[in-house]
């Protein structure tokens, strides 16, 4: 079954430097999405991307984040300065873009900020 | 605007037990609602989705959820627990531009 992969598993950088989390959504899917999830803490939405523009962020999504789709099959989230607040796990997920349709998540980014 | 509220941040039952995991959606338009299960230091996997028709919905792994509009719910059950379900499960629901929203999610613990 068709998965979609995250890249790397686990990623460590200091504040204010700039991280590139890397996603492979499955190939026929159209829509594309960023989740966090603070250490035990709930899932949270920060962003969807569509016909390779932003169909809708959350208010955490400001302009330190940045998402693109360089090439016909990666996805990626780029934050400009990490914070120490930005650790999280960082989840890439797709979609089939029929309505109902669920969305297919990889296994995470765990980001440690220091 | 959608929302959903998981009831039990944690729910411990025995081996062998009812396992009732309770989910409420807000919604301003037929919802999508799903539940996912999250095992230690991996991803969400989907194990149940609702969309339209029959509302008793089975699973993976022997779940089932119904959805009831009256009560805007979309309970999650097992009737026998097992020690591989330990996890977290978190309630989803699908909004009308495509945005899936989350519960915040309740660990499982299963008692041998």
């Known amino acids: 079954e068709p998965e979609v992969t995250q890249t790397p598993s686990h990623q460590v950088t200091q504040m204010g430097q700039e991280v590139i989390l890397r996603c492979v959504p499955i190939?026929?899917?159209?829509?594309f999405y960023w989740y966090r999830q603070i250490l035990g803490q709930k899932v949270e939405f920060l962003v969807s991307?569509?016909?390779?523009?932003?169909?809708?962020k959350s208010e955490i999504f400001d302009d330190q984040f940045s998402v693109e789709r360089p090439d016909g099959s990666n996805f990626t989230l780029k934050i400009r300065s990490t914070k120490l607040e930005d650790s999280a796990m960082y989840f890439c997920a797709s979609g089939g873009g029929i309505f109902g349709s669920p969305l297919h998540f990889g296994n995470g980014t765990r980001l440690t900020v220091t | 605007a959608q929302s959903v509220t998981q009831l039990g941040s944690h729910v411990s039952v025995s081996e062998g037990a009812l396992v009732l995991l309770r989910c409420n959606y807000s919604s301003s338009v037929p919802p999508y609602l799903f539940w996912y299960v999250q095992y230690p230091n991996q991803g969400l996997q989907l194990l149940l989705k609702y969309t339209t028709g029959a509302t008793l919905v089975k699973g993976i792994n022997g779940f089932e959820a119904e959805f009831k509009k009256s009560e805007t719910s979309f309970h999650l059950t097992k009737p026998s627990a097992h020690m591989s379900d330990a996890a977290e499960y978190f309630c989803a629901v699908g909004t009308g531009t495509y945005k899936y929203i989350f519960g915040t999610g309740t660990r499982l613990k299963v008692l041998a």
């Open positions: 991307f569509y016909n390779n523009e932003i169909s809708e």
């Open positions: 190939s026929n899917h159209l829509y």
